[in-house]
């Protein structure tokens, strides 16, 4: 597994404080190449500076036009997007289901309450980057396989607690 180091993250919201707030967390986590991003000129800039192992986006609602929800619609369905299928972790501060269903309809990997911690963040961009899951490509959804296997969570978690005592 890569050092947090050696990931490259973009970080794309159009509130710089959102945006200066995440680096801060993940620099504190040891991610040294951060990458804001307040829009898809930025976005596809960071892309072509970074090469990120995976995108952090803001998203505030539901809305389909919601910043966030249209940057995640770009990275999965554009012919423009330069990587279709990288690790994409949003943040956002509704923890309404209508929100976190847009989100993970929309192709993300995992969603996280904001604000939130470097480790929670750093432990959430890896579980995307680490995912086992089956990519999903259908006229309706393009992005990993939402279920989780609970039985091989549950396994693997077991398995990181034996090793970690």
């Not at 973009?10 to 040294?32: D, E, F, K, P, Q």
């Not at 609602?61 to 966030?68: C, F, I, L, T």
């Not at 006229?139 to 990993?144: L, R, V």
Request: glycine letters at 6%; one cysteine or more.
């Amino acid at each position: 597994m890569m050092s947090p180091a050696d990931a490259s993250v973009v970080v794309c919201t159009n509130i710089s404080g959102i945006a200066r707030t995440v680096r801060m967390a993940l620099r504190g986590m040891g991610v040294r190449n951060v990458v804001l991003a307040s829009d898809v000129t930025q976005l596809l800039d960071g892309f072509a500076v970074a090469e990120p192992h995976c995108v952090i986006l803001y998203v505030d609602s539901e809305d389909p036009a919601d910043d966030g929800l249209t940057t995640l619609n770009f990275i999965r369905k554009s012919d423009d997007s330069p990587h279709p299928r990288i690790p994409v972790v949003a943040v956002s501060p509704r923890r309404d289901l209508q929100t976190i269903n847009a989100v993970m309809n929309g192709g993300a990997h995992e969603y996280v309450l904001f604000p939130a911690s470097g480790e929670v963040l750093l432990k959430k961009i890896t579980a995307a980057r680490t995912t086992t899951r089956p990519w999903i490509e259908r006229a309706d959804y393009f992005g990993p396989e939402r279920r989780v296997d609970r039985e091989a969570s549950a396994a693997a978690a077991e398995a990181c607690e034996k090793t970690a005592g």
